[in-house]
């Protein structure tokens, strides 16, 4: 799949809304014997450069909100920016990863749960997939 210029590929079993610019990827995944239908949001825009954390807040404000946590990951060759939210009313319902691809920045929203016992932000594996194949075109 290709958006505005960035391409990444749509892990098996899920949908993209839109053929030509992904924004919204659909999975579905199963609770307790129940298939839950979930999505994750993708936004690419133009990378005028300076803090990879501020850009995502101002697109976010929810998790201005809130208090995010922040932490620098490797998804394959992508380095990335993991945010989450430690706690409260906030918890898994905001944040996301944001990463620099070329000249665009990348934001796959949808929330990030943290562990404040190990201090560990979860990874899923459906969205390690789609950051580990980003490439610019």
Known sequence: MSNDG????????????????CTKVIYISDYQ??????????????????SRREE???RNTKVADCRPLYEEALFGNVK????????????SNSGGIVTVVGNKLVIIGGGLAYDPKTKVIGRWPIRDTL???????
């Open 6 to 21: 960035v391409s990444f590929k749509i892990p098996p079993g899920t949908t993209c809304d839109n053929d030509n610019l």
């Open 33 to 50: 014997g129940h298939s839950i239908s979930s999505y994750i949001y993708i936004n690419v825009l133009d990378y005028q450069g300076g």
């Open 56 to 58: 995502f807040l101002k």
């Open 80 to 91: 990335a920016l993991q945010i989450a939210v430690e706690s409260g009313y906030c918890q």
């Open 131 to 137: 950051i580990s194949t980003l490439r610019g075109q």
